[in-house]
């Protein structure tokens, strides 16, 4: 499957062109998001602390590629990378899925700022150095297949730690550091994501803080005093699930080590689970919190058992209830447990979110006491979820729903989570569209009483953000205004109240008719917790009064997009195309190609900077077996907008491809099969290897019932020797012996006669500089004497040139204007496909200068990857049409004295995948000789092959051009290619 990478935003915004009504404004800015997808692209990104980064084949959600990540004895291994921007006072996402072994232990992200320094003239300056700030992952969920996504919000600071303390951040510059947080592991790492956290999201999608599902991912827990062990089966629905057998005392697991609670925050916690021994039966799971690692500034511990000077406990005891608020025991069956949780509920934090431990006890009663010594029990789909704010604000539940806040039982531990004062009574209508009437009694003294006539729920909130409030409300008489109002806590301890008002500056006025209202506010700067409440006429009545309120709704105001719908369709060869508009002047958006396994965990195949209002996908091959949609955020008159995400389709039919390369002593070839009249059918995959007059010389075949096939895909592998030429590749319905598709062909399809010529495209590491330079050499030049007498070689290979100047750019020496920097009589495509004969052979070797000179502007040498690959695909078929047999030989790797890391991997990425989706043979010198350099060394490669008079890290010497005609020689020998029988061996020896 094909996917894009666009790691830094930074590097795309030159895209931006300005057409009517929605984007290209140049104020704003998306350079503060980054999403890493580690298919194509790897560029500027390097191994930290002592970790190994390799990309492979394969990734999440579909996708065909991730980063391998093994770390050494350093907990800190990961990689670093530069180039992203992150404004103080602004708040990201940091996400990231991952595939281990086990849990890892503290993922997390550290960013390196400059911080401002006083110079011998007392002005700031930027520091030489740099100080952090660290953001720990401390949110997963189980997404399948393996995989887990650990993720975090985080509101960047306008202070860095450095060595002298803190300094404040000199510019929004900054570089990253994933670190994987455990030693001596190896894992996966796709979907790297660090964004501006958009409306939506602060409302929906982060509220899910944990969920484990135990899919068959062998997660470390850890025990307290408790063995665990992961069951494949047996769960709920039969799936995973954990194991628990105490070892003494009240025994249970660790689920987490590292959340975030948010203070004025509810929060739902459930899970199944079941007694597995008879001693389980009749006792009680409980869930606890742990906050007794808050420490003050003296490094004392702020908690204590008798003490809460943060007005939340040290200690948390979640009773566990069923459906309908019954607190239930253990039986052998399969049971849900939930617990509505809030941290504090009648009094202020002082904190803005309190870092937690969360674990389960097991208990003999109601009072939270006795043992669970010689139980086991089963659990599954554990969750830790933060419900929307207000909590009940639609009163679906009963007014008085309890919030727990630290026990086991009813009392005084557990409080209502809407509270009303005690001049108020609250009654609930139960309706299709349940509300509460809220009744003030009359107050005798005429002034106004917030406190006991009202009601009001203590709130998470965060400062300084823009809010909108809704919510619906009516009175039998008129005249009456209802108050809303938002108190916070100042730093003396006092209170700051803020009334919210319409647009105009008046309260809302209360009908005897149900209406809507919308106010619109600014939070106060004070952090911590909040108190939502709502009083008539400021609590001044001087009679009774009711009125009814429902659907409450506190939430960041945010712009919107307009979508336009996806039309097309979800079919391989076909075009779906989506897009959005806004009412807005001033507009940037992202648009990502998302692909998914389930329809529910989505990985970005393809992204970039909107230039027009819609964006178009065409299917592949590679898609087949997936979900696939849009998603477009982005920034409309300055502020961010929600998501909008687009209906997703499933990809239905087959595709066949030969996914080995050159170098391997054997041909694979993989199918993706999805076809709904395939089931109860048994199919078949053949590979046969044939020789010069097309003599079958092997043949494997693979053969299995169609329902069984994991994930739809089969692969089959045939041995290959220097005598093959060709190899196809056959799938049938097994019984009847049907194509499902075309048969696939490696290789020639005729013989090769001579005389013959083979063509070379390529740049200036391909090019005959004859006595221009003396240090440069192009490989092109060795390639003279590499065939038999017959073969002609015609090195058409240009300086400076891409494969988008090759096919595209004009040449005119007397213009030095030209987009084009050099220009010699060497051939163009054109030429070469008027030249050539039928037969002839041409290597296309570019790629180097479609990266190093793309600078996401319009297009000049470099071009992105989506260009780069429908250049490529020009040259396969166009060179078919003229009777050329293609060949891609991938650039060359950029070795420096330094360089440890293949930046133009990429590339050469994308020339392996079209290579195979069109069977092309593809000869990966890129990998070749990076792995003969690396095992060499760095440096000693780079003195030893490169060009010291250019020390760009990518120009060879003469012993570089010999390495390289070797390297191509040497798997052109171990291809298919026809062309490998007129090789002169005598020459080589």
């Known amino acids: 499957m094909k996917k894009y990478v666009c790691s830094i935003l930074t590097a795309l915004l030159m895209l931006i062109a300005v057409f009517p009504c929605v984007f290209g404004v140049d104020s704003l800015d998306l350079s503060d998001s980054m999403h890493l997808t580690f298919e194509l692209d790897q560029e500027d990104i390097k191994a930290s602390y002592g970790a190994s980064l390799t990309k492979i084949s394969g990734g999440f959600g579909g996708s065909s590629g991730s980063l391998s990540i093994t770390n050494g004895t350093d907990e800190k291994g990961g990689f670093f990378k530069n180039g992203l921007r992150l404004y103080s006072g602004r708040e990201y996402l940091f996400s990231v899925n991952v595939k281990s072994e086990e849990l890892l232990g503290n993922p997390r992200v550290t960013l390196f700022f ?207 209830s069923d459906a309908h608020g019954t607190v239930t025991a253990l039986t052998k069956d399969w049971q849900y447990y939930e617990c509505i949780y809030k941290p504090n509920n009648w009094l202020y934090s002082v904190y803005s979110e309190l870092p937690a431990t969360f674990y389960t006890r097991i208990f003999d009663d109601l009072s939270g006491q006795g043992s669970g010594t010689d139980c086991s029990f089963l659990l599954d789909e554990i969750k830790i979820e933060k419900l929307d704010t207000p909590f009940n604000g639609n009163f679906s539940f009963p007014f008085e729903t309890k919030g727990l806040w630290n026990g086991f039982q009813t009392g005084s531990n557990v409080s209502d989570t809407w509270l009303k004062g005690e001049n108020t009574q609250v009654s609930a209508v139960t309706a299709d569209n349940p509300y509460i009437t809220v009744i003030q009694s009359a107050n005798s003294s005429n002034e106004n009483d917030l406190e006991t006539r009202g009601i009001r729920q203590y709130i998470s909130r965060t400062a300084g953000k823009n809010y909108i409030l809704s919510f619906r409300a009516r009175a039998q008489e008129a005249g009456h205004t209802l108050v809303p109002y938002i108190k916070t806590l100042n730093a003396d301890g006092t209170e700051h109240s803020l009334q919210l008002t319409n647009a105009d500056g008046s309260l809302p006025a209360l009908s005897d008719t149900w209406q809507v209202f919308k106010l619109k506010f600014t939070e106060s700067a004070n952090i911590g917790s909040g108190m939502l409440g709502f009083s008539a006429d400021s609590g001044a ?72 209002n819609t964006i178009s996908h065409t299917i592949t091959t590679g898609n087949v077996g997936t979900y696939i949609r849009f998603e477009f955020a982005g920034i409309v008159d300055g502020s961010f907008a929600p998501k909008v995400v687009t209906e997703s389709g499933y990809i239905s039919g087959a595709s066949l491809k030969f996914t080995s390369t050159s170098g391997d002593s054997f041909v694979q070839a993989e199918a993706a099969l999805h076809q709904n009249q395939c089931v109860g059918k048994r199919i078949k995959l053949i590979a046969a290897a044939y020789g010069k007059d097309r003599e079958l010389l092997n043949i494997s075949e693979f053969c299995a019932l169609y329902d069984t096939l994991t994930d739809g895909k089969l692969t089959v592998r045939v041995e290959k020797n220097t005598e093959t030429v060709m190899v196809k590749a056959f799938l049938w319905i097994d019984e009847t012996l049907e194509p499902i598709v075309h048969a696939k062909v490696l290789g020639g399809t005729e013989n090769a006669v001579l005389p013959l010529k083979v063509y070379l495209i390529g740049d200036s590491i391909c090019y005959d500089y004859g006595t221009e330079v003396t240090q440069r050499v192009g490989w092109g030049t060795k390639f003279d004497d590499s065939f038999v007498s017959g073969v002609t070689v015609d090195n058409c290979a240009v300086r400076g040139e891409s494969s988008l100047t090759y096919l595209y750019a004009e040449r005119n020496p007397a213009d030095e204007s030209a987009t084009h920097r050099w220009w010699h009589p060497n051939k163009k495509w054109d030429e070469i496909l008027t030249d050539s004969t039928p037969g002839d052979y041409c290597l296309i070797s570019l790629g180097t200068n479609d990266k190093n000179y793309y600078t996401g502007g319009n297009f000049t040498i470099g071009c992105s990857k989506e260009q780069y690959r429908k250049n490529l695909e020009r040259f396969i078929n166009e060179g078919r049409e003229a009777g050329l047999n293609i060949l891609f030989v991938t650039p060359i790797p950029a070795i420096g004295v330094a360089t440890t890391f293949n930046s133009i991997s990429d590339y050469a990425g994308v020339m392996i995948e079209v290579a195979n989706e069109n069977n092309v043979t593809v000869l990966d010198l890129n990998k070749k000789m990076y792995d003969y350099c690396m095992e060499m060394g760095a440096e000693t490669a780079f003195n030893t092959y490169y060009c010291y008079e250019m020390n760009d890290s990518i120009h060879i010497n003469d012993e570089g051009a010999k390495l390289v005609n070797s390297f191509i020689l040497e798997m052109l020998e171990a291809s298919v290619s026809p062309l490998k029988q007129f090789i002169n061996r005598e020459e080589q020896k």
């Open 114 to 320: 400059h911080y401002e320094e006083e110079n011998e003239n007392g002005e700031i300056t930027s520091s030489s150095g740099t100080g952090y700030q660290s953001v720990r992952l401390v949110n997963r969920e189980n997404v399948g297949n393996g995989w887990v996504r650990y993720f975090n919000t985080y509101t960047v600071a306008e202070t860095c730690t450095t060595g002298n303390g803190q300094a404040k951040i000199y510019s929004p510059d900054c570089s990253i550091d994933f670190r994987g947080g455990s030693a001596n592991v190896s894992f996966l790492a796709d979907d790297f994501i660090v964004e501006p956290v958009y409306p939506a999201e602060m409302v929906h999608e982060n509220n899910l803080l944990l969920h484990e599902s135990f899919d068959g991912t062998a997660v470390a827990l850890k025990g307290m005093g408790a063995a665990m062990s992961l069951q494949e089966a047996g769960g709920m629905d039969d799936s995973g699930c954990i194991s628990v057998v105490p070892s003494n005392g009240n025994g249970g697991v660790m689920l987490n080590s590292a959340l975030s609670i948010i203070p004025g925050a509810v929060y739902k916690i459930s899970w199944f689970a079941k007694a597995s021994n008879e001693s389980a039966v009749g006792k009680y799971l409980a869930g606890y919190f742990d906050f007794s690692g808050i420490k003050n500034e003296d490094g004392t511990t702020v908690f204590s058992a008798n003490q809460n000077s943060s007005y939340v406990r040290n200690y948390s005891k979640l009773a566990m």
């Open 541 to 612: 009545n001087t009679s009774d009064f009711a009125f009814d309120i429902d659907d409450i709704i506190l939430k960041p105001i945010s712009p919107e997009f307009t979508e336009i719908p996806l039309t097309g369709s979800f079919e391989v060869g076909k075009t779906i195309t989506a897009g959005v508009t806004t009412e807005g002047t001033n507009s940037k958006v992202r648009y990502k190609v998302m692909s998914s396994l389930d329809n529910v965990h989505f990985s970005c195949i393809s992204q970039g900077l909107m230039t027009q």
